[in-house]
């Protein structure tokens, strides 16, 4: 249960900022689990989040499969419980009982991830400009965190299925590209191969909506 866990909902905004970004960042010592809690909610508007401190504290089962917290929110309010519990890779977050006497933003129930982990993400690639190149799937919006050449020849990859200008060092295409997928930043890093596809595969494909226009 230790380690960076993270849960991101929604991307539909103009930028690709996510409807709200759970975070729990746990430390396991024997039997006890610490650490803290970020929750970012309404695009940004809305923020639970202490980047330093440590709000959460409870106690692992036998297993170490579920833990029993207690948390404060960042403005005042204590004691508060929830259950967690660890099946494969995947750690929900479900609240028993709100903290009291202060402001609390957090979900009830949540499904986290690994905040990093090694994916293969499909869907439109674009590029503006000299800014960095943007994959959108199904889940949201993706920053590929290339280095400034490989950036700049990202159309060139697109010769054999297709690229979309769409303006000076601007344009489009489908592709997959494999990688570590950070969900916090919304961000696909250390790319280790990024494989080319035909248009109609991502025009057909329902989830991804529209070609972008950058």
């Known amino acids: 249960m230790s380690g960076d866990w993270v849960a991101v909902r929604g991307g539909d ?14 430390k396991v010592s024997g039997k006890k689990l610490s650490g803290r809690y970020c929750y970012v909610a309404r695009y940004g508007a809305k923020i639970d989040c202490d980047p330093e401190g440590e709000n959460v504290n409870g106690t692992l089962s036998f297993d170490g499969r579920d833990a029993s917290v207690e948390f404060d929110s960042t403005f005042g309010a204590t004691s508060g419980k929830a259950q967690l519990s660890l099946r494969g890779e995947k750690l929900t977050w479900k609240l028993l009982k709100a903290p009291n006497g202060g402001a609390y933003f957090g979900p009830d129930t949540e499904v986290l ?7 293969k993400r499909c869907g439109w690639v674009s590029v503006a400009g000299r800014g960095r190149p943007l994959l959108k799937d199904g889940d949201g919006t993706w920053t590929l965190v290339l280095s400034e050449g490989e950036s700049a020849n990202v159309p ?6 297709g690229w979309t200008s769409t303006g000076r060092d601007s344009g489009f295409g489908c592709a997959c590209a494999y990688g ?3 969900r916090g930043a919304a961000e696909i890093r250390q790319v280790k191969e990024m494989q080319t596809r035909p248009m109609k595969i991502c025009r057909s494909d329902r989830s991804l909506g529209p070609a972008p226009r950058r």
Do not use: K
């Open 113 to 119: 991830v690994p905040e990093d982990r090694q994916e």
């Open 156 to 161: 060139t990859r697109f010769a054999s299925t």
């Open 180 to 182: 570590t997928v950070n």
């Open 13 to 26: 905004s103009p930028d690709g900022t996510p409807y709200s970004t759970f975070e729990l960042h746990l």
